[in-house]
């Protein structure tokens, strides 16, 4: 029987240098007894889970200085919103994003599938070793309840991308779970239910062992918290949504950045207050132009491509405050005369949120949680339970700390608007660009607007273009939760090794 078991020599010779010697040989390799019993041993296996996150690592035989977990996910999930607008026809296949073209052949959700599955088993590895190794002091259960934090975070993110919300189909085919090492490489999808049960299992377990924490480059229990909370209130159980929240908020570990401080929050992410947990990145990880998550949506003139920008339609969102703080992440291209200037008949306003680590146009250490989420996901349950005024109350405690004490709610809804209204469009704002958005539209079964120029409009052509005109006659203009390219394909590779692999409609 064929068992889908990978080496754990990659993680451990990724934990030094950040993952940059990619070949590695057989006699490179240390024992997973050797790993559980010896403190450094177990760390650096455990460092190389994260480096996966952030490195180009080999897949179907080559190096894609455009494969990187981060990168993919971000692209996966936030060019498929409509905060950002894609400002050129492209062969890279982040424009499968923009413009719905999914195919189970393309490059990006192939390496995502691949790479989310390397780290899962990875971390699988070292839990299968440390379990059998009987230990049980704080140190080792601190590393322990990491690797259980990270199999739920990776089959989370999974789910998100190949499977229906749960709050659309609970029992729709979700992905294939993999907690063990002696699973049979033809496996059948769970649920999504299953998933999140999974997801929710191994959360609240990485909670109860993890009393030691490492710093926010690394999961901690408040982590694992605020993992329970943004599950919980996918999965619509908004009474555990609040309590995990409450439980993140309550500590007094993590403060909202402030008007003054919030313009320098992302490039100063390992240190920053409102900081979680965030992979972090060095200089070492500077990937430039090529490969970085920046490179996209900023330059500076030759630092990144800079052909993605935000949309009109975020920019129509903010527009009724410009002293909000948050504007400080979404920079103009502007020209001598000062004009923004346009690609394509399309303002170029850069986007900055990774950005800036250190001065480098192309570094940040992404923040995976934040305070503020922890706030917001407390505001939708509260507005979903029916208390409106408990929800614009935490609604305003961001607004304050944005430049918009003038403008708070002090518990009256704005005409026209419900609570789960205001909340939603907070949260636009305040996490824009961090891979919320889609996400937040669908399962809250609602339609996605894309009715603004870009050339996620099918055929577009640039002798098209007409900003004073709402555009009409392309497909996927609007795009309701119960289209299926809310969700991306089962990866070619997977579905044709595997049978089980039922594809997505």
Known sequence: ??????????????????????????????????????????????????????????????????????????????????????GQVTTDPLYYSFS???????????YYWYISYKIIT???????????????????????????????????????????????????????LRTNLTDDAKKARSTVKEVYDSVIADSEKAATLMTQPRGVQYASQEAAWSLLARVNLYKEDNAKAIEWSNKVINSGKFTLATKATYPALFANATTASETIFCVAFTTVDDYGKFGSIASMIYSDGNSGWGEEYASSSLRAAMAPHPEDVRWSYIVPAKDGSGNVQKKNGIEMYYISKFSFQGGSPNLSS??????????????????????????????????????????????????????????????????????????DVF???????????????????????????????????????????????????????????????
């Open 443 to 505: 399962r809250n079964k609602r339609t996605l607007n894309k009715a603004y120029w870009g050339y996620h409009l099918a055929g577009l052509k640039e002798t098209d273009i007409d900003l004073s005109k709402t555009p009409t006659g392309y497909p996927n203009l609007t795009v309701p939760y119960t289209n299926p390219r809310t969700i991306y394909y089962i990866p070619i590779d997977e579905v044709l090794s595997n049978p089980l692999a039922t594809q997505n409609p």
């Open 366 to 439: 992404p923040i995976m949680f934040r305070i503020a989420e922890l706030y917001l996901i407390r505001a939708e349950a509260e507005a979903k339970t029916g208390a409106a005024p408990a929800a614009l109350d935490d609604v305003d405690e961001i607004r304050k700390n944005r430049g918009l004490e003038g403008s708070l709610y002090n518990k009256v809804l704005p005409a026209g608007k419900t609570a789960l209204d205001v909340v939603l469009d907070e949260k636009r704002i305040e996490m824009a660009f961090e891979g919320h958005r889609t996400y």
């Open 122 to 176: 990875g971390v699988n590895t070292v839990i299968d070793a440390v379990e059998k190794s009987g230990k049980t002091d704080a140190k080792t259960n601190q590393l322990l309840g990491e690797c259980y934090f990270l199999r739920a975070f990776c089959h989370f993110n999974l789910v998100r991308l190949f499977g229906k919300p749960y709050s659309v189909d609970p029992n729709a085919p979700g992905i294939i």
């Open 1 to 86: 029987m064929k068992k889908r078991i990978f080496t754990i020599i990659a993680l451990v010779v990724f934990a030094a240098s950040s993952c940059k010697n990619l070949d590695v040989n057989p006699s490179d390799a240390i024992s997973t007894g050797t790993i559980v019993t010896t403190s450094d041993g177990l760390t650096n296996a455990l460092n190389g889970a994260y480096a996966l996150f952030k490195d180009h690592i080999e897949f179907n035989g080559l190096v894609d200085q455009n494969n990187m977990y981060l990168r993919q996910f971000y692209h996966l999930s936030d060019f498929a919103s409509d905060d950002i607008v894609c």
């Open 100 to 110: 719905l073209g999914h195919s189970p052949s393309q490059g990006n959700t192939r």
